[in-house]
């Protein structure tokens, strides 16, 4: 049987794929490595699942997230419009990049096939940028890790302006540096494409841009239950925006893309913020002690605003630290990028969690 | 606020999205348009996904879905390599086309850029094409919707045995009728570009073609959870065939593309493939019998190996005849296409079901 590799298109063989941190099930192991809230989901969201799990499973989900799409517009102050549901803001992210740019092919006008973003974010967007054929152009952040205004932009001369899309993480991935709402704006007024302001990470931060949606008609901003709400499990993310974006992305996506008790866990999510909220204080209050006492131990930690932190650890190599770590069960995340391959990548856990990484961590030193 | 439609590509501003069937919530409703199991799952199945409802909600499920693959491929004879795993294979079939299919611009082959499929069939296959750019072929079927030979088709002219990418729905839908593996060996021997036989609707059939993704390398198989095992709700399809072209589906495929209750669900299924057996069994006895008393009160009934029957309904237009069975809270579909207008498609329901649908035809006439 010959190997039918000239079936695939060509780009799809060259794709070097994304890969996700690792989800191993060891007995007793500490997990830091992929931003999941340590916390479980409310009671109640729990019970409401639960509730849900009988014969209806074998009825189709609603298929366009109706009734979260409308909680979600009065969260948010829109119209259900503004809003669109995917399976995790993944999707919309891969979705977006369908609907606004086009495939580099002959003839086509350079910025109307070009994918922007800042360098480091999520590892993820020039692998959506292969996977659709889009030219990627990557720009250095600041130092430590700012982000350029326009002016500075400008003068470095590489940016496009006109970029089909421009995708910015804030708060940042993996550095944690939070990017305000003012910065932002000046940005997505410069710009003539699309901008998504991925907050994933939003709601440990001090602000958000989700107004930026409503005030620029070429802005989304992507959310997720994911991290905050603890359903990554569940694969529910959704963006809001101008509604003509958000009917574009509309027609392009799976009709039935978002499952059932996903929907039914996050409309359960949208009545229990307190207790969220509650949760994001303590991986707040976690995360700067573990800033400082890091910090004591001879890190060097950056600021962060998000559920995790970016920290140069001393003595030896990231990636050696990252193996003894894993040696006492704990796991962290490293990137091998050439600006953060000298730092670990720490998700904010428990209490409890943040005392046995800071045993290790001395046991290390 | 100026629209901002000049951000969408071209491509999407022309699209028409696929039309899902409805998903009222009428009280009473009998819901026989959107090819549903009408029993529920497996008691045990319900179980096993209560149960992972809780704390670990927070976590992200397995990316690969390596322990649904494993099982899979248990179950087919296969590697865990054969097999992918997408939420409901409705993604499978996009990312099939994403995988396979050049988008039709300047200088690409035209057989390179072609999807290509029967008319009719699932109504799903244009949409997708257009999603993507790619260029449409539609063929019609034989007479009483069969299918034509390789030779009728070299004779008929139009088929292009090198499209890139080819969709037969086996069993057909919305016709109901079942091609043998017989007629689907010799097309896919015919076809030089890849063929996906999906394969929705085959546990209602008397045989089915599983195995023929084993034999062509360029021969993949869909399956789904959603009907026959009644999890529309949990979104749970599956791919198999040559392990090179599951890995370049893999690579373009969202990194947590399946969610994990959904995961949970299928695999919880597959110990009990017994009480889904007994399911089928009522469901074809009840579709015979459908078939039979329809035709005795005036209906032309296809032989169906599905799920559901399209039959031509006597004395007015099958679209009167839809709103005549909404009158009375039963929901069929129907479909405006030019080959299937005289028809309604029925989705089969329970006993009781069948009952009340016969009644009310009875009053109807």
């Excluded at 007995?27 to 409310?42: D, H, Q, S, V």
Aim: net charge positive.
């Amino acid at each position: 049987m010959k190997s039918p590799t000239s079936l695939i298109r060509p780009l799809v063989r060259k794709l070097h794929p994304y890969v996700p941190g690792e989800q191993p099930r060891i007995r007793g192991l500490i997990k830091l490595n992929t931003n999941e809230n340590p916390y479980p989901p409310a009671p109640a969201v729990l019970r409401a699942v639960q509730g849900a799990v009988d014969g209806r499973l074998r009825l189709y989900p609603n298929p366009t997230s109706q009734a979260l799409r409308e909680r979600l517009a009065r969260l948010h102050g829109c119209l259900p419009e503004n809003v669109i549901v995917g399976n995790g803001s993944d999707e919309l992210l891969a979705l977006a990049v369908r609907t606004f740019v086009e495939p580099a092919s002959l003839g086509a006008n350079r910025s109307r096939s070009a994918l922007q973003y800042f360098d480091p974010s999520y590892s993820l967007y020039p692998v959506l940028a292969d996977t659709h054929g889009a030219r990627t152009l990557s720009e250095p952040l600041g130092e430590s890790f700012a982000l350029p205004t326009p002016a500075e932009l400008r003068r470095r001369g590489r940016w496009d302006f006109r970029a089909a899309l421009t995708l910015v993480t804030t708060p940042n991935a993996p550095t944690g540096r939070a990017f305000s709402r003012r910065e932002l704006a000046a940005l997505c007024k410069a710009q003539k494409g699309v901008v998504v302001l991925d907050e994933a990470y939003v709601d440990f931060a001090r602000e958000n841009a989700a107004s930026l949606a409503f005030r620029f008609p070429h802005v989304l901003v992507a959310r997720t239950f994911s991290k905050a709400y603890s359903l990554c499990f569940q694969r529910v993310g959704y963006m809001l925006g101008h509604r003509v974006l958000i009917d574009a992305m509309d027609r392009m996506r799976d009709s039935y893309n978002v499952n059932g008790l996903g929907q039914v866990a996050a409309l359960a999510t949208l009545d229990h913020l307190s207790y969220y909220r509650r949760g994001f204080g303590k991986i707040r209050a976690t995360r700067d002690r573990l800033t400082r006492e890091l910090t004591a131990l001879g890190f060097e930690v950056l600021p962060s605003q998000a559920n995790f932190i970016l920290a140069r650890p001393p003595g030896m190599p990231a990636e050696r630290w990252l193996e003894e770590l894993r040696a006492r069960r704990i796991l962290v995340r490293w990137f091998r990028y050439p600006r953060v391959k000298a730092y670990l990548r720490i998700t904010i856990g428990t209490n409890p969690q943040a005392n046995a990484l800071l045993r290790a961590v001395r046991e290390i030193v």
